[in-house]
């Protein structure tokens, strides 16, 4: 049974610090990119950052460039969102995705967003102002 679970969301106020973790299970991991996406109330789900299968090349939504981190660890199929200047607008409930057919780079094109292999439930991160 595939499952992605994230963890690490909460409360935090604007200038702080998080860190998500997404844990696989039931699939190879390393044979997938690996990425993270957001969905504000109101709004549409959107790229956030992704990881390629073996954590070499990295991408980033604008938005969060310089202030978010991916990494991977592979050993214990986990992928991890580094989140440091956080601010109002990144309220969001996160979400994990798995893809095998993307790079670090196409897992945010928009066509990419309905053909994930696999997604996680989520998990909410609050910036208070």
């Known amino acids: 049974q595939v499952q992605l679970e994230e963890s690490g969301g909460g409360l935090v106020q604007a200038g702080g610090s998080l860190r998500l973790s997404c844990v696989a299970s039931?699939?190879?991991?390393?044979?997938?990119?690996m990425g993270w996406f957001r969905q504000a109330p109101g709004k549409e789900r959107e790229f956030v950052a992704a990881?390629?299968?073996?954590?070499?090349?990295?991408y980033y939504a604008d938005s969060v460039k310089g202030r978010f981190t991916i990494s991977r660890d592979n050993a214990k199929n986990t992928v991890y969102l580094q989140m440091n200047t956080l601010k109002p607008e990144d309220t969001a409930v996160y979400y994990c995705?798995?893809?095998?057919?993307?790079?670090?780079?196409?897992?945010?094109?928009?066509?990419?967003?309905?053909?994930?292999?696999?997604w996680g439930k989520g998990t909410l991160v609050t910036v208070s102002s």
């Open positions: 995705a798995a893809d095998h057919q993307s790079t670090a780079r196409t897992m945010g094109a928009p066509s990419r967003l309905s053909a994930m292999d696999y």
């Open positions: 990881s390629s299968r073996i954590g070499n090349s990295v």
């Open positions: 039931g699939f190879t991991f390393s044979n997938y990119a």
